[in-house]
Structure formats: structure tokens, C-alpha cells
């Protein structure tokens, strides 16, 4: 009786020990399910980092070692000082145009506006477009400021003397030109969608054709190799 008496909780201590260890189990199970889940879903949300051949592919170009430029002394279509503060703290996309652009320039703004709505968000968050006028003549503050909300209230129109605008566009490889059309007259000019990155430092570009899906793929690959 005695014996019995002994081997009874011995049993029971065993029983209890498997218990425990199956829970131990089980939960070390659910763990490294969760751990394996975590990573396939960081995965497949963060976005790919192009090699500079894929991106060129793509159409984009990163420079090896992103260029530094002068100070812009503009003025935006709010009447603020437009200069290189503004540029530092978020990703810039830069288009050169001008609101009496029949084609290229609406169309460049309607698609930068359709990528900003297809970006991650934080992302999003941390890129503004800029829109810089090549005919300074016709484009004041007002003029600008119609044009670019229409596309999106956040785009920032940007204007100033011809000299400055001049430099700054020679300084982002971008060429503009004047052209008569008998008593008036529009502006020929690049249409390369310049990225300058968060510390203000000219990074590359995209050239057009501009398509979203492959911009999108390119912007957010340089974003997170950065």
C-alpha cells in the first residue's frame, strides 16, 4: 500500500511534465510560425532595391554619388521664398514646364500626381513635386498657383527671374528654349522628371515616357536603398 501510495503522485508529476511540455511546445510552434509570417510579410510590402543597370531598364538613372548644387533663390506660388531649405527634408520630384504647355506638361503632372496616390504611405508622406516655370514672363504666383492645385492642392509651383531659373535648371541638366510662333510664342524644354533626395542633393532622374508602374518601382527601390 505504501508503495502504491508513492508511485501514484510520481505518476501524476509525469503526467504533468508531458502537459508541460507539449504547451512548451506547441507555443515555441506558434512562435516561430509568427516569426516566419512576420518576415514573408516584410517580404513582400518593402519594396525592391534595383541594381543601377535594372533602373536604367526601368527608365531611371541614380548617380553613384549624388551631385550638389547652388542655392535656387525663387519664390513659390505662395509668394515664399523658394531655396534649398525647401529641398531638404523630403524626396522632390522636379518637373520644368510651364502652364501654356499644350501636352507634356499636364500630362507629366496628372502622372506624377497618380504616382504620389500609388505610394506606400510613409512614402507618400515624405515626397512633394515641384513644378519650376521655364517662362517666368506669363508665369506669376497667381498663374501657378491655378495651375498646379488643379492637379494636386500639395504641388508647389515655382517662379523667378529668368537668370536664376536658368542656372538652376543648367545645374539639373535641364534645357529650355524659346520659340517664336508669329506674335507669341511656347518653350521647348526638357522632360525629365528630376529626384532630388532629402538632404537637397540632386540624385538622379526618370525619362519619359513616364509610366507609373515602373516609376513607382523605381522611386520606392532608390528610397529604400538610400
Request: proline share 6%.
Amino acid at each position: 500500500m505504501i508503495e502504491s501510495d508513492m508511485a501514484a503522485p510520481q505518476s501524476e508529476s509525469t503526467q504533468a511534465n508531458r502537459a508541460r511540455g507539449i504547451k512548451l511546445t506547441v507555443f515555441a510552434l506558434l512562435g516561430f510560425m509568427a516569426l516566419v509570417l512576420g518576415l514573408f510579410i516584410n517580404k513582400i510590402t518593402t519594396p525592391r532595391v534595383l541594381s543601377p543597370a535594372e533602373l536604367r531598364i526601368n527608365g531611371a538613372v541614380v548617380f553613384d554619388k549624388p551631385r550638389i548644387f547652388k542655392d535656387p533663390q525663387l519664390i513659390d506660388h505662395r509668394g515664399q521664398p523658394f531655396n534649398l531649405s525647401r529641398l531638404q527634408g523630403k524626396w522632390t520630384l522636379m518637373f520644368f514646364g510651364f502652364p501654356h504647355c499644350p501636352d507634356v506638361c499636364p500630362t507629366a503632372l496628372a502622372d506624377l500626381n497618380k504616382l504620389l496616390e500609388s505610394l506606400d504611405n510613409d512614402i507618400r508622406a515624405d515626397t512633394q513635386v515641384v513644378l519650376v516655370s521655364v517662362d517666368p514672363a506669363r508665369d506669376t504666383e497667381t498663374v501657378l498657383a491655378n495651375y498646379v492645385t488643379y492637379f494636386n492642392p500639395e504641388f508647389i509651383g515655382v517662379t523667378g527671374e529668368f537668370l536664376q531659373i536658368r542656372r538652376f535648371a543648367g545645374q539639373l541638366n535641364v534645357a529650355f528654349n524659346k520659340v517664336s510662333l508669329g506674335d507669341t510664342y511656347t518653350v521647348d524644354h526638357s522632360a525629365n522628371v528630376v529626384l532630388i533626395n532629402p538632404r537637397g542633393h540632386y540624385h538622379g532622374f526618370f525619362k519619359p515616357p513616364l509610366d507609373i508602374n515602373r516609376m513607382k518601382l523605381t522611386f520606392q527601390s532608390m528610397v529604400t536603398a538610400f
